[in-house]
């Protein structure tokens, strides 16, 4: 008999085309899932600016982000993830909506993103950056928002409409990353939201 605490994770896509479907979460141990608050209201921020955009979700995990604008409304979906056990969650659960809307680009995030960039200027697109990085109290993370902060500052400001770090409270995020200001920031307990934009010349 199975043990109950073996019961697969799960979360639901909350609006849209989507609603109600539900996404497999992998292991705790090898991702983390946002709160559903943080998620709220990030969606009720920037919902009618997502409508036929392109979204890019950095360190994806299962896709819920990416998979809950899809179901809102952006046209294309970008998943970044580099976990193996991660990769095939995210798959099953973007066969549960709209295939043909989503591209995986599998291995390390901060290589990768050169490949996503490379794409997005090719297309002439801009897109929304969402990065939800392992917090750096995880074992072997500890450089991880240091390099964060380098990929982003490294980002042409042509393919960036918005970069949203999702990020423990306590991570003070530069003022200037590159060629970005900090716009806003919203806090959640221990979990913050740090809208970035194109700084003003």
Known sequence: MK???????????????????????????TTRASKAIVLESFFNTIQ?????????????????????????GAKEIIFMEKDRDAIKVLKQNISLTD???????????????????????????????????????????EDIYDNMVKMLASIPAEVVESIIIEHISVLEIPQNMGPYKIKKTKKFGNTTLTYLEEGLS
Do not use: H, W
């Open 48 to 72: 009618f600016d997502i409508i036929d955009a392109t979204f890019v979700e950095v360190f994806s995990g299962s896709g819920s982000i990416g998979l809950e604008a899809l179901s809102r």
């Open 3 to 29: 043990d109950k605490n073996t019961k697969p994770l799960t979360k639901k896509i909350i609006s849209g085309k989507f609603k109600n479907r539900v996404l497999k979460l992998p292991s705790k141990t």
């Open 99 to 141: 295939p043909a809307a989503c591209e995986i680009f599998s291995g390390d995030s901060f290589a990768n993103m050169k490949n996503v960039v490379s794409k997005l200027l090719k297309t002439s697109q801009k897109a929304y950056f969402y990065v939800d990085p392992p917090f750096n109290i995880r074992e072997g993370m």
